[in-house]
Every structure is written in C-alpha cells, then in structure tokens.
C-alpha cells in the first residue's frame, strides 16, 4: 500500500493506492486535506497505517465514539499529560456516554443542545445532581475543538458545536484576606504550613509551583519558578517543567520579610535531614516536601489549610485564594497592573484584569482625590 500528495488550490490531496481489485482494474482512496504539507503528509501516513491495521472507517459509518477515540490519539502527543487526561475524562465519562452513539456526520446542534440540557440536570457521574456551567465550558471546549478537527479532515461539512449556546459560567467573587487578616492567619499557623503560606502570600505563586520549588530555584532575594507539581489520574504526582517562552515561567522578587523565613526553614529541613540520613529524599532538592523529602500532596496542603482557614472563621478563603490575596495586596499598594500580571505568571494583562477589575472599585475615589490634590497644590504655586 503506498501513498502521495498532490496540491491542488490551498488544499493538499492525499492519494492512497490500493491495489487492483478482483476484474484487476486499480484503485485508490482520496483525501483532502486544508493546511501545510507537512500536516497533509502526517495524515497520509495515519491513513496508511490505519488501512493497513485494518481499523480504518468510513466516513458515512463513523460514529461519534470511534472519531472521539481515535482524535484522543491524535492529539495526545501534542498535549500536557495533565490536559490529555482530562481530555479524556470529558470524552470517556461524559460525551461518549451521552453522543457517542450517533454517526458522526449526523451529529447537530440539537444533540449538543440536549447534552447539556440533561447534563444542567443529572450530569455528574456520582449521580448527585448537574454540572456547573463551568464544567460544561470545559465540555463545550474539547467537542468543538474534536469537530473542528473531523471538519479538517472532511469527516463533516461543518462543525455543530458552532449552533450551539455556549455555555457561560457565573463569575464567582474572588475571595481574598485583607492584611489585617494575613497577619492572623500567619500568627495561628503552625511550623508547618507557616513558611508556604508566607511564600503565597507575598509572591502569589499556584500551589503547584510552590510544591514544586527547588531550592536551587532561590536565587538570592528571588526564586525562580520553573516546574509546577500536578497529580495526574493515573500516573500519580507528576513533576512537570515550565517552557521558557510561557508566561508561567518566571522569576519573583521576594521581600526581606519571606527570604528571613525561607532562611530559617531550610535550617529546619537540614536538621530533619541528618536525623533521617539516606531515608530523605535529598535528590528532589524540594523547599516543601513531605516529612522524608518526597512530594508533598496539594490536596494534603489543600486540606490542612482548609482545617486552619475554618478554625479562623475563614469558611470562603482556599489556598488558592492567598494568590488571589497576593494580587489584592499589590493593587491595594498602587503596583502596576503589568507588574502584578508578571508576578502572577498571567500570559497577559488582560487576564489579570478581568479576574481582579472588582478590586479597583475602591480605588476610583482615590485617583480622583489624589488628581484634586495635585491640581490645588498647583494652583496655590500659581497665586
């Protein structure tokens, strides 16, 4: 079985020779493809393999379940582990259940439509109720991009999830600890959690990245955040590198405040070192670790300081909200909004922005008293 391409127009051909059939007259299979050669040529060659496995279907017989399967193979070595498994959680446990047994060309918008209907009702897979319009924005997400992809390769005509609705989550109030609040909350945590919520309050890091700081990563009154630790369904907690052209990616100035604590730690983590000699998990070169070294869980730390947060009558404010509380405070103290975005690791201002917009509320008045005072003092200069 051999194959080829041929340009035509702005589109690329895929010409597969089959053989001869039974009368001996030759036949082929085309397909077209819009995009780069390079793109045509690696189509061709899952084609090939696909007739030559002998799990090639056509187009007309396809069913929603056998393209969402096979596009999860396409994509999967494109895709960070984390986001290619909850990719295929979407597919596997809630849009194959749900469409899988439609053919793929006969799919439309009213199918989709009554995905989520049912889905706002009964859509979760413990049975307690529907899913969060946020939740349905990731599934809306991931079938409009696996059709965008049938359509690509002429598997349909168009893509349905285009007629849809899309569904719109509710902007939650981010919730965020004044400085008051701060200092309580540090003066009740324990040796513990102390040092990691100081860090996340004062640099704004995920919980991830602080868990997956290394101290070769503290450079001076700076820390470097290059790895993010994540648990991934299936494979565990999973180290996971940030490029250096992304965002995520950063270095973070520290105040003198956290570098004194930081200090102190690493003392403490050094004596628990020596006491457990070569069952540490020294290689790793962890800031917060768990007891012997290894990575400490985020649902762990997750849960601890949800423990210390109601002890406070904190009952709205997760780990994750001591981020937020990092951004509040810089705003508060007039930082610029690109240096926040910076510090945050956002992949643009605009994102910061829009999460955090409600916060300049307060700070209208105090622009223009500010503008009043700048302009009376000039014209005091004047008389």
């Known amino acids: 079985m051999r194959g080829h391409i041929k340009k035509r127009g702005n589109s690329w051909s895929i010409v597969i020779y089959l053989g001869r059939n039974a009368e001996g007259k030759r036949q082929y299979k085309w397909h077209t493809v819009n995009g780069t050669k390079k793109e045509a040529e690696r189509e061709m060659h899952q084609l090939l393999v696909a007739l ?11 069913t929603v379940r056998e393209y969402l399967y096979k596009w999860l193979e396409l994509v999967k070595p494109k895709l960070m582990l984390k986001t290619y498994s909850r990719y295929e959680e979407i597919c596997e446990k809630h849009l194959i259940p749900a469409l ?14 009554d995905y989520y209907a049912q889905a706002r009702e009964s859509g979760r897979v413990d049975g307690k109720g529907g899913l969060s319009e946020q939740t349905l924005l990731h599934h809306h997400r991931v079938l409009k991009e696996a059709l965008q992809k049938a359509v690509r390769l002429k598997q349909r005509s168009g893509n349905p999830a285009d007629d849809v609705d899309t569904p719109k989550p ?13 200092i309580k909350l540090l003066e009740a945590t324990g040796t513990q959690l102390y040092t990691p919520i100081l860090l996340t309050v004062t640099t704004g890091l995920r919980l991830g990245e602080l868990l997956g700081l290394r101290w070769k990563d503290v450079k001076g009154a700076k820390i470097t955040v290059s790895q993010t630790l994540q648990r991934i369904k299936g494979h565990g907690l999973v180290f996971k590198d940030y490029p250096k052209s992304k965002s995520s990616a950063r270095n973070v100035a520290l105040p ?65 909200g001591l981020r ?17 975005s910076e510090r945050l690791g956002h992949s643009s201002i605009n994102i910061t922005m829009d999460l955090y917009s409600h916060l300049l509320d307060g700070m209208d008045d105090e622009a223009a008293n500010k503008i009043d005072q700048a302009l009376r003092a000039a014209m005091k200069k004047r008389d």
């Open 52 to 62: 030559g496995d002998g799990k090639y279907i056509e187009p007309n017989k396809l």
């Open 100 to 113: 899988g047994h439609h053919r793929l060309m006969k799919l439309n918008g009213l199918h989709i439509e």
């Open 170 to 182: 509710r902007k939650n109030k981010v919730e965020v600890l004044d400085e008051e609040q701060t």
């Open 256 to 320: 003198s405040l956290t570098l004194e604590a930081l200090k102190a730690h690493k003392v403490e983590q050094s004596k628990i070192r020596l006491q457990l000699g070569p069952d540490y998990r020294k290689d790793l070169d962890l800031v917060f670790p768990a007891w012997d070294g290894s990575p400490w869980s985020p649902d762990s730390v997750s849960h601890m300081f949800k423990r210390l947060a109601k002890k406070l009558g904190y009952h709205d404010i997760t780990f994750h």
């Open 324 to 340: 937020h509380t990092h951004a509040s405070h810089l705003l508060k103290q007039n930082v610029h909004m690109k240096i926040a």
